[in-house]
């Protein structure tokens, strides 16, 4: 097994040594489902599993973190893009005494679990992930035999994230165009499966596919974000540093070839749009 920080020690990746030889590098999104399952199950096991549990993901991240953290009744809050919405999350727990924070992630491989730091933290992510590692190798188990039983377990999640460069006032302005039209032209289907839901980050408001409307309470944002029936969603916002739109795609499956095939459906029509 590879494991590797960033610089800065902000970010955590890793890779698992497959029988062949070869290494399966792991997604931001399944570290952060081992680790969650392993701090869940290892708390529930030891009985320090706080009733006022909960755990923190970026609103782009994977639902699979969401289906295991419901699994053990802790609930999922979701936050913006940027780990200093989830410090203020936690700031907000320790003022209110509402919530016992036990752990918080993106996508991005950012990971934090316990928060007398306030921003992501590969120092932690990575004793965590290699005390995950040592633990299952007892059972005679890699990260990747886990992940796939997590798999099994709740169902075969994938996601992808599309940036696209559009360079220069043209390419700003097509930005622009871009969430303006779906802002203001929500999709009825996307790639043939029907919206249910629709979540506007800028006007804080989510709405479903019958219509009725409520109130987010989350910072306004220039984010879209759409589930359809088949629980798969995409999400839209622009870059707040480069000249990119991005596109944050997730699904369900009964299988990892279902799954990518999902994946590539929904990219096919997000580049139809993108290309006219």
Do not use: C
């Given at each position: ?9 902000d970010?955590?990746?890793a890779?698992?040594r497959m029988?062949d030889?070869e290494?399966?590098?792991l997604t931001?999104?399944q570290?952060g489902?081992l680790?969650?399952r392993?701090i869940?199950e290892a ?14 993901k ?11 953290a419901?699994?053990?009744q ?7 893009t940027?780990?200093?919405f ?14 016992t924070?036990?752990f ?11 928060p007398?730091?306030?921003?992501k ?10 005390e995950?590692a ?6 005679g188990k890699?990260?990747y035999?886990a992940?796939?039983?997590?798999f ?9 994230t ?8 043209e390419?700003?302005?097509k ?13 009825a289907?996307?790639a ?5 839901q629709?979540?506007d ?5 989510r709405?479903?596919s019958?219509?009725?409307t409520?109130?987010?309470t989350?910072?306004?944002a220039d ?5 359809l ?12 540093t ?5 596109f ?5 499956a ?6 990518q095939?999902?994946?590539?459906l929904?990219?096919?029509a ?7």
């Amino acid at each position: 097994m590879l494991i590797a920080t960033d610089p800065d020690a902000d970010r955590l990746g890793a890779a698992v040594r497959m029988p062949d030889g070869e290494y399966k590098v792991l997604t931001g999104n399944q570290i952060g489902a081992l680790l969650i399952r392993y701090i869940l199950e290892a708390r529930k096991k030891t009985n320090t599993l706080p009733e006022d549990a909960v755990i923190l993901k970026s609103i782009v991240s994977s639902e699979l973190a969401t289906a295991i953290a419901q699994s053990y009744q802790v609930p999922m809050m979701n936050v913006l893009t940027g780990f200093k919405f989830i410090a203020e999350k936690i700031k907000e727990f320790e003022t209110n005494h509402s919530h016992t924070f036990i752990f918080g992630f993106e996508e991005s491989y950012g990971f934090l679990a316990q928060p007398f730091v306030r921003d992501k933290d590969a120092v932690q992510a990575l004793v965590l992930l290699a005390e995950v590692a040592a633990s299952y190798k007892k059972e005679g188990k890699t990260l990747y035999d886990a992940l796939q039983e997590i798999f099994v377990e709740y169902g075969h999640y994938a996601e992808k994230t599309i940036s696209l460069t559009m360079s220069g006032q043209e390419g700003s302005a097509k930005i622009t165009a871009l969430m303006k039209s779906f802002r203001e032209q929500t999709p009825a289907e996307f790639a043939g499966i029907k919206v249910v839901q629709t979540e506007d980050f800028k006007q804080q408001i989510r709405k479903d596919s019958a219509g009725n409307t409520e109130k987010m309470t989350t910072p306004s944002a220039d984010v879209l974000k759409y589930t359809l029936e088949d629980e798969s969603w995409f999400a839209i916002r622009p870059s707040g540093t480069e000249p990119k739109i991005k596109f944050y795609i997730g699904v369900k499956a009964d299988s990892d070839e279902r799954a990518q095939q999902k994946i590539e459906l929904l990219q096919a029509a997000i580049n139809e749009i993108t290309s006219q």
